[in-house]
């Protein structure tokens, strides 16, 4: 059996089995989430059970908690959990993991290699032989609440193929009468002199714009289900990474019932405050920050 090796460094997420079982019981349905919502969304103890969300891939300091009410806002009992990377332009083939599974902390995971290769007969894809945090970020999480699931690793490019993509990898997997959920990997705004992006300056007033208005327009077009839409907001406000794991998500949720829900919004400029609600004073905010959602795309 070829298993997928990790290949992110020591910081990223915790390479401890108990260190991980710490950090998300508290998302574990049925129970309250023990974390407030950023500055877009109300904290939301109901349980949210959706075949398909979007979750940021940053680093677990920063984006853990938003990651982890997405991962933990997908329906339980799904025979394959599939999940959609990015850092891909238009253009690019889909790629796809091709070994017969991956390594986490927790142990490993089997990759469905039946969807996979029905879903290759259908789609222009390559393997993934690529380092990437897209997918790898998320699968600690992925395996702590699915631990007797297989996976499914892709990434898609930043393009409408992508949408049409997601629809395909819905009709395969009805076609094989696969039960699975779709968890698309993206982080919004990458706002600062490291990102070479900074067109409302710095500050307080930078960081408002980011959250109020950037990334809240990419949200809006994610809740809308707009397709062309969310890709334009991507490209032209540079406010999501990886648009094509988010039309892929929304492709295979299109013929599912509807009822989107902002789940959370942060930035990594949020991380460390005692109080998540309160100012910043200028001197606080940092030169680089990013934006997380995460997002449920269906009932």
């Known amino acids: 059996m070829i298993l997928r090796e990790p290949c992110l460094p020591a910081g990223w997420y915790p390479k401890d089995k108990a260190k991980i079982s710490q950090i ?41 908690c938003t990651a982890a009410r997405a991962v933990s806002s997908l ?6 959990v599939v999940v959609i990377g990015g850092h891909l332009p238009g253009g690019m083939p889909v790629l796809v993991a091709d070994e017969d599974g991956v390594k986490t902390p927790l142990g ?22 690529y380092e990437d945090n897209t997918v790898e970020v998320l699968l600690p999480m992925v395996h702590f609440f ?23 990898l819905a009709e395969t997997a009805q076609g094989l009468g696969r039960q699975i959920v779709v968890l698309a990997s993206t982080d919004l705004t990458h706002y600062g002199r490291n990102y070479g992006y900074s067109p409302k300056g710095s500050g307080k007033a930078a960081l408002e714009w980011v959250k109020k208005v950037n990334d809240a327009a990419f949200i809006a077009a994610v809740l809308e289900g707009d397709p062309a839409l969310v890709l334009k907001r991507a490209e032209e406000d540079h406010s999501a990474c990886s648009a094509g794991a988010v039309l892929g998500a929304l492709g ?12 959370d919004y942060r930035t990594s400029a949020d991380v460390g405050k005692v109080d998540p609600e309160a100012e910043f004073s200028g001197e606080e905010i940092p030169d680089s920050f990013v934006g997380y959602a995460a997002i449920s795309l269906t009932q």
């Open 146 to 168: 699915f631990p007797r699931s297989s996976l499914l690793w892709l990434r898609f490019p930043a393009e409408l193929a992508s949408y049409e993509a997601g629809k395909i």
């Open 252 to 263: 295979f949720a299109s013929s599912l019932k509807k009822n989107p829900r902002l789940l």
């Open 108 to 129: 490993s995971m089997r990759i469905d290699a039946e969807l996979r290769e029905e879903l290759n007969k259908r789609i222009d894809s390559r393997s993934d032989r």
């Open 24 to 64: 998300l019981e508290p998302f574990v349905k049925d129970r309250p989430l023990q974390d407030t919502a950023g500055d877009h969304a109300e904290p939301d103890t109901a349980a949210v059970f959706s075949a398909a969300a979007v979750a940021p891939h940053a680093g677990w300091y920063y984006s853990g």
């Open 75 to 80: 329906k339980r009992g799904a025979q394959t």
